[in-house]
């Protein structure tokens, strides 16, 4: 059974400015690698639906998306906040990339796929319950996790989250949720100033120093990640995959490597091939250096598959 790759040109309308991080050349550079490394070969791609309300108010407030799509009506170009610019087609790759997470769902429920990775932008994991930052709009993985939990039944969720920046919007979204429990590392103290190190109720938070290197991430996840993995069964798992942990990439100050990607990622599909009957859904959230980018993605749909 293939991997489910899905995405969609409207993601790569959103523009944001010539100096800022988050361009459409990002998923150019993945499109890029996957074809040079043969990968794209063996995927199944599929074109990402647009997000209904239902499924977005599942997480946010509605009044927030209210705002949201009305700040576009009255407005060519909005700043959400310092780092979140809106023009006319970030809604609509915002709407894209949260109805991936959506149909990458569906397909693996369905048996459709065994796994499926959300080539989109915007980014979401820094979105929280009624408000934008961190150039996220809308929260795809936990908009995904909600649908999951409504749609199908499920009991127990898990979330991985690696990206260099803490997922400050999953977790105010899911905090004290008993069915979803959140694996989250990156660089702290670092932007946005959330993510207290330790277990917290369904969260458990690696924070990682500056200078972290491969070898020291793998043994902090082998020790507070996995047997708490174990422990709690997931029926379905997410990953929101950030790459902006690479030594390349000068949006943080870790030392990871592709290869630590690929570990992390087969160390989860080991627990969901024993408790999730190997569903697992990847979403895109970081990653800014092009190349390094483009060779993460190919190593996590590697280890994926």
């Known amino acids: 059974m293939t991997i489910a790759f899905i995405s969609h040109a409207d993601c790569a309308l959103h523009e944001t400015t010539s100096y800022h991080p988050d361009t459409e050349e990002r998923l150019a550079a993945i499109h890029d690698r996957l074809i040079a490394s043969g990968l794209e070969m063996i995927m199944h791609s599929y074109d990402a639906p647009m997000v209904t309300l239902q499924q977005l108010c599942r997480v946010h407030d509605v009044d927030y998306v209210s705002d949201i799509f009305q700040k576009l009506h009255e407005n060519e170009r909005v700043w959400l906040d310092a780092d979140t610019l809106m023009v006319s087609a970030s809604l609509t790759a915002a709407q894209r990339g949260a109805g991936a997470v959506v149909k990458a769902v569906d397909l693996v429920m369905s048996q459709e796929a065994k796994t499926a990775f959300c080539c989109v932008r915007p980014p979401g994991h820094h979105a929280e319950h009624n408000k934008a930052m961190g150039f996220c709009i809308f929260n795809n993985v936990a908009v995904g996790v909600a649908h999951a939990l409504a749609q199908y039944g499920l009991q127990r969720v898990a979330i991985i989250d690696f990206d260099a920046h803490h997922g400050n919007g999953t977790e105010d979204i899911f905090r004290g949720n008993e069915q979803v429990l959140l694996c989250s590392s990156f660089q702290h103290p670092f932007y946005p100033d959330t993510g207290e190190p330790g277990k917290h109720d369904n969260m458990?938070?690696?924070?990682?120093?500056?200078?972290?290197?491969?070898?020291?991430?793998?043994?902090?996840?082998?020790?507070?990640?996995?047997?708490?993995?174990?422990?709690?069964?997931?029926?379905?798992?997410?990953?929101?995959?950030?790459?902006?942990?690479?030594?390349?990439?000068?949006?943080?100050?870790?030392?990871?490597?592709?290869?630590?990607?690929?570990?992390?990622?087969?160390?989860?599909?080991?627990?969901?091939?024993?408790?999730?009957?190997g569903r697992i859904v990847s979403t895109l959230e970081g990653g800014y250096a092009m190349s390094a980018l483009g060779r993460s993605v190919a190593s996590h749909i590697d280890a994926l598959l």
């Not at 990682?208 to 020291?216: D, H, K, V």
């Not at 997931?234 to 570990?263: K, N, Q, T, Y």
């Not at 992390?264 to 091939?273: H, L, M, S, Y």
């Open 204 to 277: 458990i938070n690696i924070g990682l120093p500056a200078g972290t290197s491969g070898e020291q991430f793998r043994r902090l996840i082998e020790e507070q990640w996995l047997p708490e993995l174990e422990a709690f069964q997931p029926e379905l798992i997410f990953i929101s995959a950030g790459f902006d942990g690479h030594r390349e990439d000068d949006m943080s100050d870790l030392d990871l490597v592709e290869e630590d990607f690929a570990w992390v990622t087969r160390e989860v599909k080991k627990i969901a091939d024993k408790f999730a009957q």
